[in-house]
T-cell receptor
């Protein structure tokens, strides 16, 4: 089983600040890692998926990196906006197969106007 | 948003009663999943399906059963609901096992 940890559990930043969210996983034999966003009372929205052969993926103001040797992934958000306020979850897949995606408990981000 | 709906969106039931949650997709994705989300635990996989009538257990399958008679529908049944099954239940879909999963809006279930 892939153990996934996200610290801190909550983070508040002023609008416009660049920020980094952290995700740690226990098994370096990771197949891929995904970042999701969850708004209160809503489902998850996929943000980025990084394959084990990749080091990073970018989408707009978001950049996700993957370092298998250290067991870490980071999600970088540039020029944060109040609309970025949400819970961000990472999920690591240890190997192929539908039952091998394990989620962290998330970081709740608040961007203060 | 991917075409995924869940019904009901909210349900209150009593211990010992059967409950069925429905997930419906319009994307024709092969894989469908049921997760539960609880504080401090993240999302945990209950069951998943890799085709019509093809299902398998996830991490927390005890007390749950599933059925998939059509590509677009995946049902989750709690045969005899318990208070420990109070949770938010999410359905997800993906075209292949290792590809991005797309989530429904969730069903909030309270078992009294």
């Amino acid at each position: 089983k892939q153990e996934v940890t996200q610290i801190p559990a909550a983070l508040s930043v002023p609008e416009g600040e660049n920020l980094v969210l952290n995700c740690s996983f226990t098994d370096s034999a990771i197949y891929n890692l995904q970042w999701f966003r969850q708004d209160p009372g809503k489902g998850l929205t996929s943000l980025l998926l990084i394959q084990s052969s990749q080091r990073e993926q970018t989408s707009g103001r978001l950049n996700a990196s993957l370092d298998k040797s250290s067991g870490r992934s980071t999600l970088y958000i540039a020029a944060s906006q109040p609309g970025d306020s949400a819970t961000y979850l990472c999920a690591g897949r240890r190997q192929t197969g539908a039952n091998n995606l394990f989620f962290g408990t998330g970081t709740r981000l608040t961007v203060i106007p | 948003d991917a075409g995924i709906t869940q019904s009901p969106r909210h349900k209150v039931t009593e211990t010992g009663t059967p409950v069925t949650l429905r997930c419906h997709q319009t994307e024709n994705h092969r894989y469908m999943y049921w997760y539960r989300q609880d504080p401090g635990h993240g999302l945990r996989l209950i069951h998943y399906s890799y085709g019509v009538k093809d299902t398998d257990k996830g991490e927390v399958s005890d007390g749950y059963s599933v059925s998939r008679s059509k590509t677009e529908d995946f049902l989750l049944t709690l045969e005899s609901a318990t208070s420990s099954q109070t949770s938010v239940y999410f359905c997800a879909i993906s075209p292949a096992a290792e590809e991005t999963q797309y989530f429904g809006p969730g069903t909030r279930l309270l078992v009294l």
